[in-house]
């Protein structure tokens, strides 16, 4: 399968934005999904994931209220509200076909090229 996101771009803090995956090849309702999110000079971190049925969403506690991932069809998406400076980041979607550990980054085999959220103050 292969990814691609977009969505990223420059919103004040509070602001809200939405990421889009977009996945081709082989069939993506399979696949587990995951947003992580890369920080200049910081690890990667887990975001959001949900599983390939879409009825579980599971979110890294720093996220929860503010981000919500969901999924439909060939896409998958993860709307950013009330977001803040330390949200900036290169934020990648990625897909797994096992479900596994959904919010380890390591479980992923397909990744997408990124994009560029950054949250001015």
């Known amino acids: 399968v292969q990814l691609q996101a977009s969505g990223g771009g420059l919103v004040q803090a509070g602001g809200s934005l939405r990421l889009s995956c977009a996945a081709s090849?082989?069939?993506?309702?399979?696949?587990?999904v995951g947003w992580f999110r890369q920080a200049p000079g910081k690890e990667r971190e887990s975001v959001a994931a949900?599983?390939?049925?879409?009825?579980m969403a599971y979110y890294a506690d720093s996220m929860k209220g503010r981000f919500t991932i969901s999924r439909d069809k060939n896409m998958a998406y993860l709307q950013m509200n009330n977001l803040k400076p330390e949200d900036t980041a290169v934020y990648f979607c990625?897909?797994?076909?096992?479900?596994?550990?959904?919010?380890?980054?390591?479980?992923?085999?397909?990744w997408g090229q990124g994009t560029q959220v950054t949250v001015s103050s």
């Open positions: 990625a897909a797994q076909l096992y479900g596994t550990d959904a919010l380890r980054g390591d479980a992923y085999s397909y």
């Open positions: 090849g082989h069939s993506f309702r399979r696949y587990t």
């Open positions: 949900m599983n390939s049925g879409g009825s």
